[in-house]
């Protein structure tokens, strides 16, 4: 503006010096008015090249501006970028930044792809202790109620809040077992270095959840089940070693009450023997599915022999077996673990059904299922004991199962088998009336 003003007035005093010269007409007039008309050419040059160099350096600090609050869509491109290298050398930083920009993205994304499929909650926080980044999982499976840039004290979760504090206290690698939502999860604090100059500084933290929910669930069965299977072989143990110790104790004893306390000790051993039978069956049916052989099976064949097997059985309690097969019901399966599936229903209907009762057996065709229908007139099930019995070692009436050498390991078998040949079991029963098992399998139609 004061160049511009300058300019101004000296072109008014040379108009006033052209004037006088006219006026006067002497030589220091004309030399004064040539001075004055090459200060005005010059002014006049200089004042054009300030206003053409004024337009470029707005846009090239506009540029840079836009460049330092990564906003980088605004380029200098004007017909003087041939000639000057500056804004050209500057189009090249911005198209330069863009491309990074662009990798930095695409790396993101992967980084999200990535996450986003593992099936663990992750959550990253930097050294502030604000949230980063986190992945579905996390977001889904722990209710949280964070955002981005959150500092990690708006978690609401006391005990993930305690473990990702404690974690920033030692900045090392920590791992715990948390109880969050009803779920077990095992948690690794990983922290992260970035080296400058071969000087790694602490820049964060990696959390990483790994839901051990399921895992867990297994080992209280375990415990409970190792628990279960020491008592139930307690007993029989604990009768062999009575027995013992009464023989034992004098030799004179009489041929009857030595056969009695052999008798005690073999009926005890066969039971204990069954037991153990049965728990390695129920450990192979779930650990080694080689041990099923499938092949074409007739439903309707099998469960004849299985009567077959123990017609004796019934005909001993005068009990009425009634019969409604369909012919030729074929499945996929293994044709031995089938047979000991139904004679283990079949025999519990037995047992536990009195003299002179009715058991009924039954097949038919259901939405595109073949279904076995095992049901008696016996003593029933309590409402509140349905849930339990496929248990392992799990019995309704305890004495009445060990009378008949059960070992509370038939259903629990019963079930693993048919989850091996993706069949489906239901009970329905009535205290007092009798009991109904009702089995589901996928008919083979090839």
Same mark, same amino acid.
């Given at each position: 503006?004061?160049?511009?003003? =300058? ?16 006026? &006067? ?6 030399? &004064? #008015? ?55 050398? !500057?189009? %090249? ?6 491309? !990074? ?13 990535? =996450? ?38 708006? #978690? ?28 077990? +999860? ?6 992260? %270095? ?52 009464? !023989? #034992? ?31 390695? &069956? ?21 469960? +004849? ?39 283990? #229903? ?13 058991? +009924? ?86």
């Amino acid at each position: 503006m004061i160049k511009i003003r =300058t300019f101004i007035v000296t072109f008014i005093l040379s108009i006033i010096i052209i004037f006088g010269g006219f006026m &006067l007409g002497s030589i220091k007039a004309y030399m &004064l #008015l040539i001075l004055s008309l090459l200060s005005l050419t010059i002014h006049g040059m200089i004042i054009f090249f300030y206003l053409i160099y004024k337009r470029d350096y707005d846009n090239l600090n506009q540029t840079i501006e836009n460049i330092i609050n990564d906003n980088i869509d605004g380029k200098i491109i004007t017909k003087f970028i041939k000639q000057h290298k500056l804004n050209a050398n !500057l189009n %090249r930083i911005v198209k330069k930044i863009e491309k !990074l920009s662009f990798k930095k993205e695409e790396h993101e994304l992967t980084i999200r792809i990535l =996450t986003n499929n593992i099936t663990h909650p992750i959550i990253y926080i930097d050294r502030d202790g604000r949230i980063r980044y986190t992945n579905h999982q996390f977001l889904n499976s722990i209710d949280a109620n964070i955002e981005i840039n959150d500092i990690y004290e708006k #978690l609401r979760i006391q005990s993930i809040f305690k473990f990702i504090d404690d974690a920033f206290i030692f900045e090392s690698k920590v791992s715990d077992y948390l109880s969050i939502n009803d779920r077990f +999860y095992h948690i690794n604090a990983i922290p992260v %270095r970035n080296s400058v100059y071969d000087i790694f500084s602490f820049i964060g933290i990696l959390f990483i959840f790994d839901d051990i929910t399921e895992l867990k669930k297994y080992e209280v069965l375990q415990r409970e089940f190792l628990a279960d299977a020491s008592h139930e072989l307690k007993t029989p143990l604990s009768a062999i070693k009575g027995a013992s110790e009464i !023989l #034992l104790e004098r030799e004179n004893h009489s041929k009857a009450t030595v056969r009695e306390f052999l008798t005690i000790i073999k009926s005890e051993n066969e039971r204990m023997e069954k037991i153990v039978n049965d728990i390695l &069956l129920i450990s192979r049916l779930e650990n080694d599915k080689g041990i099923i052989h499938f092949e074409e099976v007739d439903l309707t064949k099998l469960i +004849y022999k299985v009567v077959e097997i123990l017609k004796p059985k019934i005909n001993a309690k005068s009990q009425i077996l009634k019969l409604n097969l369909t012919d030729k019901l074929m499945i996929s399966g293994d044709y031995y673990r089938l047979k000991h599936v139904f004679l283990n #229903l079949l025999l519990n209907s037995i047992n536990y059904t009195d003299e002179n009762k009715n058991i +009924y057996v039954k097949s038919y065709i259901k939405d595109d299922n073949i279904v076995i229908s095992i049901k008696d007139e016996g003593i029933g099930i309590a409402k509140e004991a349905l849930p339990h019995i496929f248990e392992r070692f799990y019995r309704i009436d305890k004495a009445r199962s060990r009378e008949t050498g059960g070992t509370g390991l038939g259903l629990a078998i019963v079930k693993s088998t048919l989850d091996i040949h993706k069949a489906k079991i239901e009970v329905n029963s009535i205290l007092n009336e009798g009991t109904e098992f009702l089995i589901y399998f996928k008919e083979n139609r090839n």
